[in-house]
C-alpha cells in the first residue's frame, strides 16, 4: 500500500510516521518551498503525547518543551480563581508539554528524513485536486499527477483536497473573538511549568467599556520564552468575513488598548506585548462537523478534517491522534475498510471535541472555582483527553 499525504504540517508528518511504524509506505508533499521553524506555542496533551512517545520521540519531546504541571485561573488582578493539576501531576499516564510549534514540526521532519529516507518530503509541491478510479488515486499538483493507492488531505484549514470533496462548505464559522499571540523572552513565572489564564470581569474599573470575553493565556515553552494570547471578543458570532490569514502581523497597541492597564503582579504586561519578537492576529473560528471525511481512496486528518477552536489546546493534539488511528486501521483493515473504520472513529470523537471547545468558549464567563471545576472536569469527560488507547495491531500486517 503506497499512502501519500498532502501537508507536511504536524499531523502530516505524524502520520508518515505512525504509517511507517505500521510497515506501510508513504510520502508527502507540501506546498511550501522550505520548511522553517515558524509559528508560536502549543499545547500537547497527554493523550498525544502518549501517541508520540509511542513513536519514539518521548525523550525528544522533553527535551524540546516544558512539562505543564498545573493550569491557573486568576482575575486580572492576579487574583487567583482556581488551579489544576496537569500532565503526570494531574494523575495521567503521559506529561503535558508546552512546545514551540516550529521545533515540534521540525522534530517531527527530522524523523521522518531519517526513517523513510531523505526524499520522503517533497517541498514545492501544492496539491490542488485529484481523480481516482478502482485503481488507484491521483494528486494533482500544478502539470504533475502523483498516483498512490490511498490519499490523505493533511493540508491544513485551507485544504484543497478538503474542498474538491466539499465544493460547498461556505465560510468559516467565526466565534467573533479576535486572538493576537506572540512568544516573548522573559522570567520563569509560577515555577515556571504552569499555564496562567487571566479574566476580565464586567466593566473596567474606568468606566471605559467592558472585558467579558477578554482573556490572557501564558505559558512558558523554554528557560526563558513565554507564549502569551490575547483574546477579545470584537463582534457577534457569524460567518467569517473574508478569510483566515494565521500569518498577519498584529501591532501591540491594538493589544495593549485591550489589556494593557491590568496588573497581575506575575507578569508586566507592557513588556510581556512589546517584547514580543513577533506578534500574528486572526480570528477565532472553526467548521461545523463534516458529513463525511472522504470518499473512495481519499480522507482528511486534522485542520483539513476538524478545524476547531484553541481554547482547550487539542487541535495539534487531535491532529496527532488522528494520525495514529489512521495507520493503526489501515494495518488492521487494509483498503477500503481501514478508511472507513478510521474516519467512523476519529469523526465522532473530532466531532465531540468541537462542540467542547465551544461550550469551553461559551463558558468564558465563569469566574467561581466550583464553575471553573465544572468546565474542565466536563471538558475531559467529553474530550476523552484522559483514556488509554486500546492495544495496536502487530507492525507490518497491511
Request: charged share 20%; net charge negative; hydrophobic share 40%.
Amino acid at each position: 500500500m503506497r499512502v501519500l499525504i498532502a501537508g507536511a504540517g504536524i499531523g502530516g508528518l505524524t502520520a508518515a510516521l505512525a504509517l511507517h511504524a505500521a510497515g506501510i509506505e508513504s510520502s508527502l508533499v507540501e506546498g511550501a518551498r522550505e520548511l522553517r521553524p515558524l509559528g508560536v506555542g502549543i499545547n500537547l496533551l497527554p493523550h498525544a503525547v502518549r501517541e508520540l512517545t509511542d513513536l519514539g520521540l518521548g525523550d525528544d519531546l522533553a527535551r524540546i518543551g516544558v512539562a505543564i504541571t498545573e493550569l491557573n485561573y486568576c482575575d486580572r488582578s492576579g487574583t487567583t480563581l482556581f488551579t489544576e493539576k496537569r500532565g503526570l501531576a494531574g494523575g495521567y499516564d503521559r506529561p503535558q508539554y508546552a512546545v514551540h510549534r516550529g521545533r515540534l514540526q521540525m522534530l517531527l521532519l527530522s524523523a521522518v528524513r531519517e526513517r523513510l529516507g531523505p526524499d520522503a518530503v517533497r517541498t514545492g509541491v501544492r496539491v490542488t485536486g485529484f481523480t481516482q478510479d478502482a485503481g488507484s488515486v491521483r494528486a494533482l499538483a500544478g502539470d504533475t499527477e502523483i498516483a498512490a493507492d490511498v490519499l490523505v488531505g493533511a493540508d491544513g484549514l485551507h485544504s484543497a483536497v478538503r474542498a474538491q470533496l466539499h465544493p460547498r462548505q461556505g465560510p468559516l464559522a467565526w466565534s467573533g473573538v479576535q486572538m493576537w499571540r506572540g512568544v516573548t523572552e522573559g522570567r520563569p513565572f509560577l515555577g515556571g511549568d504552569a499555564m496562567l489564564v487571566a479574566r476580565g470581569a464586567g466593566l473596567i474599573a474606568r468606566g471605559a467599556g467592558s472585558e467579558a470575553g477578554l482573556e490572557l493565556v501564558a505559558y512558558p515553552i523554554g528557560p526563558d520564552l513565554i507564549n502569551w494570547v490575547v483574546q477579545v471578543q470584537v463582534a457577534d458570532p457569524g460567518p467569517l468575513p473574508g478569510d483566515a490569514n494565521w500569518n498577519l502581523p498584529g501591532r501591540p497597541e491594538d493589544v495593549l488598548r485591550h489589556i494593557g492597564h491590568w496588573d497581575l503582579g506575575l507578569l508586566d504586561i507592557p513588556a510581556l506585548i512589546t517584547g514580543s519578537s513577533m506578534i500574528l492576529e486572526y480570528p477565532m473560528v472553526d467548521r461545523d462537523p463534516l458529513p463525511f471525511w472522504g470518499s473512495g481512496r481519499v480522507t482528511l486528518l486534522g485542520d483539513a478534517a476538524h478545524p476547531m477552536y484553541p481554547v482547550g489546546a487539542n487541535g495539534a493534539s487531535q491532529a496527532i491522534v488522528d494520525a495514529r488511528a489512521l495507520a493503526d486501521e489501515l494495518a488492521r483493515s487494509g483498503y477500503p475498510g481501514g478508511l472507513t473504520a478510521y474516519e467512523s472513529t476519529r469523526g465522532k470523537a473530532t466531532a465531540a471535541v468541537i462542540a467542547a471547545n465551544r461550550e469551553l468558549h461559551a463558558g468564558a464567563e465563569a469566574r467561581t472555582p466550583t464553575e471553573l471545576a465544572r468546565i474542565t472536569e466536563h471538558y475531559r469527560r467529553v474530550t476523552g483527553a484522559d483514556r488509554r488507547r486500546p492495544e495496536r495491531p502487530q507492525a507490518g500486517h497491511s
